[in-house]
């Protein structure tokens, strides 16, 4: 944890205390006590609020801010933990620099997805185009692979989640930063509850596949609101619910083998919790739709089971007009309908209105 002592050691890539805010009783004066760093960090060390006396232990450069978790973030933690023992027991730091494409190590449908999502975050971060210094928040973090490539971009970059288990948690982190050079702050919190950080900090904050997982994803979306900066954007990578799903199947397996907290929300939710907390919502396509388009047409790919329904859609989209010259415009213009209808994988875009918008964010 690259933490702000009285020396103002060079070392220190972000003022993370410049940053913090109590999450008890919302004080911004903390004292720090030391017990062991490295030429990088504070490795194993406390902060204390001086309004309150809450403690948050520092470890493996990691600061805690969680608390006492809820019973669901409780579920969460010992979920992931599951995971990193069964499924990922073989895991190793290749396979961690390598995500994430090797996630489809350890998944029995080992098809375009994880590639895929490696695109679509990409895509979403050339979106937003966050420059060098910009401060960004990355929720639900979990190995953090891609706080590391906001790091590396020359963003001021903080990792949020509720796990610390290495193959599955922000432990994940020390494998980066040593491979790649790059550094960014690590903190144990629970999306949904109060972040401890000042209000109007950031000026992005991400989610790549992540909202779905909060406890709350209502006050998720204010607490992103609140951190915000001014002309701040919401960036996220997520999955909708159409019309035609079954709102529970989504995570099925997950839920049932760890207890994690999957769901799957519709557009219509996210565009309701964006104007609840004045956010101005965009939703663009996801690279997965194209190259799946592109393989419909030409015949080259088949997606049986739940999703061939989608796939019959798909089909008739492929072979009625994606042949012509502005099927991909058109295509752009219609995809919230398609994710209204029947589900899909979306960039979305949440923009927080400048003071001179007139509108009140009090």
């Excluded at 190590?105 to 490696?118: G, I, L, M, P, R």
């Excluded at 907290?261 to 004045?278: D, M």
């Amino acid at each position: 944890m690259g933490l702000c002592r009285a020396s103002k050691r060079a070392a220190m890539r972000l003022g993370l205390l410049e940053l913090l805010a109590c999450s008890l009783c919302y004080g911004r004066d903390f004292s720090v006590a030391v017990h062991e760093e490295d030429s990088r960090e504070i490795r194993v060390g406390k902060v204390d609020c001086k309004g309150c006396g809450a403690a948050s232990e520092i470890e493996e450069g990691i600061l805690n801010t969680l608390g006492t978790p809820t019973d669901i973030v409780r579920a969460e933690i010992a979920g992931n933990a599951l995971v990193a023992k069964t499924e990922r027991s073989s895991a190793t730091d290749e396979w961690l620099l390598g995500l994430p494409r090797t996630y489809a190590e350890y998944y029995s449908d080992k098809d375009e997805s994880w590639q895929n999502e490696e695109k679509e975050v990409r895509a979403l971060v050339e979106l937003v185009d966050p420059k060098p210094g910009d401060v960004v928040l990355d929720l639900g973090a979990g190995t953090s692979w891609t706080t590391d490539l906001l790091a590396r971009r020359g963003c001021c970059a903080i990792a949020i989640d509720v796990s610390t288990e290495k193959y599955v948690g922000l432990s994940s982190s020390d494998v980066y930063m040593k491979h790649h050079g790059s550094y960014y702050e690590r903190v144990v919190a629970d999306m949904s509850s109060r972040l401890p950080f000042n209000d109007s900090r950031f000026d992005v904050i991400f989610a790549f596949s992540a909202v779905h997982h909060a406890p709350d994803v209502e006050s998720t979306f204010r607490e992103v609101a609140r951190l915000l900066k001014p002309s701040g954007s919401f960036a996220l990578v997520e999955a909708t619910r159409g019309m035609l799903e079954s709102r529970n199947r989504f995570g099925l397996r997950e839920r049932e083998q760890y207890g994690l907290n999957e769901h799957k929300y519709s557009l219509r939710e996210y565009q309701r919790l964006a104007t609840a907390t004045c956010l101005s919502l965009q939703v663009y396509p996801a690279p997965s739709f194209f190259a799946k388009m592109d393989g419909l047409q030409h015949g080259s790919l088949r997606v049986p089971g739940p999703l061939a329904l989608k796939h019959r859609i798909g089909k008739i989209m492929a072979r009625t007009f994606w042949k012509h010259s502005r099927s991909r415009e058109i295509a752009t213009q219609l995809y919230p309908l398609l994710c209204h209808l029947i589900g899909m994988q979306m960039l979305v875009i949440a923009r927080k209105a400048s003071p001179a918008s007139g509108v009140d964010r009090s």
